[in-house]
């Protein structure tokens, strides 16, 4: 259990790090400092990418994350940061997919518990694999309607499509 409250403190510091980041880039973008305002996100993302990258972090955590990369790439892009938008939605998918599709990574107890400390929820015995698809389905589907209204259409159909795939597979 101390391992597991080790492993919540350096969460909560790495998404503390990557929040002041974005909350730094988000002044300089009111005053007029783009610049300064795009390196801050990429800084926030680097931290991102720490966990991604570290495969201490079990999979329920990566998955959290990237479900809250792509929340902030939609609010990145409705505040018209394009660049930093794509930026935090890409890396969100590069995680998801790699994962394969068919056989999500097993969770261990110890990831479980985790997921249910950084969740503050306690785990509910359901099928992960159908849950984690669904989230994907949802993930791909916002995401292509982000790509449509950005004009990129044919990337927004092939992620329709993947979104489709997905949903008839749960079916």
């Known amino acids: 259990m101390e391992e597991l409250i080790d492993l919540l403190a350096n969460w909560k510091d790495l ?28 800084k ?9 990258d570290d495969e201490l972090w079990p999979f ?14 939609k609010t ?5 940061k394009y660049e930093s938008a794509k930026e935090s939605m890409d890396m969100a998918l590069d995680f998801l997919e790699g994962v394969d ?7 261990t107890e110890e990831s479980l518990d985790l997921a249910s ?4 929820e306690g785990y ?4 992960e ?7 994907l389905a949802e993930i791909f589907r916002e995401y292509a309607k982000t790509l449509s209204d950005l004009n990129r259409n044919e990337e927004a159909e092939e992620f329709t499509a993947k979104s489709e795939k997905i949903l008839r597979k749960l079916a």
Do not use: C, H, W
Request: no cysteine; proline share 1%.
């Open 117 to 120: 400390v950084i969740l503050g």
């Open 76 to 80: 990145l892009l409705l505040l018209k």
């Open 129 to 135: 694999d159908s849950g984690y698809l669904a989230e």
């Open 124 to 127: 509910e015995e359901e099928s």
């Open 60 to 73: 329920s955590v990566k998955a959290t994350l990237a479900s809250e990369l792509m929340e902030r790439g």
């Open 15 to 42: 998404k503390a790090k990557s929040n002041a980041y974005d909350k730094l880039g988000s002044l300089y973008a009111e005053i007029g400092e783009e610049e300064l305002a795009q390196e801050q996100y990429s």
């Open 101 to 107: 599709n068919e056989e999500p990574e097993d969770s």
């Open 44 to 52: 926030a993302l680097e931290y991102y990418g720490m966990i991604f």
